[in-house]
């Protein structure tokens, strides 16, 4: 029977990042050690269907449609979501200043 990996929200923001970056999907795995390719696709999904929440949860535990993460307070889920916000600015960044890179070279 398989065992089911759990990757951290960092190394899926990053994995994400990096396929945004022009960066192969084979290299992705074996820098961050993801073992299965489908497994960068579905996050990629996630991504662009801005549901980067699921992002977050657990393996093997899939929410409801439409819906997010139960929050223990309204301090939790503003927390999130700000976190959720900063990751979207820094990912904007990052693909401008590839952007800019890009058109600098003759």
Same mark, same amino acid.
């Given at each position: 029977?398989a065992?089911?990996?759990?990757?951290?929200? #960092? $190394?899926?923001?990053?994995? $994400? =990042?990096?396929?945004?970056?022009?960066?192969?999907v084979? !290299?992705?795995? /074996? !820098?961050?050690? $993801?073992?299965?390719?489908? !497994?960068?696709?579905?996050?990629? @999904?996630?991504y662009? *269907?801005? #549901?980067? &929440?699921?992002? =977050?949860?657990p393996?093997?535990?899939?929410?409801r449609?439409? *819906?997010?993460?139960?929050?223990? @307070? #309204?301090? #939790?889920? +503003?927390?999130?979501?700000?976190?959720? +916000? *900063?990751?979207?600015? /820094?990912? +904007?960044k990052?693909y !401008?200043? +590839? =952007?800019r890179?890009? &058109?600098?070279?003759?």
């Amino acid at each position: 029977m398989a065992t089911r990996v759990s990757y951290a929200v #960092e $190394i899926k923001m990053q994995a $994400i =990042e990096m396929r945004l970056a022009g960066v192969p999907v084979q !290299q992705v795995m /074996d !820098q961050l050690g $993801i073992k299965n390719g489908t !497994q960068l696709k579905v996050w990629m @999904s996630w991504y662009r *269907k801005g #549901e980067l &929440h699921r992002l =977050e949860q657990p393996v093997g535990k899939q929410y409801r449609y439409g *819906k997010g993460p139960e929050y223990a @307070s #309204e301090l #939790e889920k +503003l927390k999130a979501e700000n976190r959720f +916000l *900063k990751q979207q600015v /820094d990912v +904007l960044k990052k693909y !401008q200043e +590839l =952007e800019r890179m890009c &058109h600098l070279r003759p």
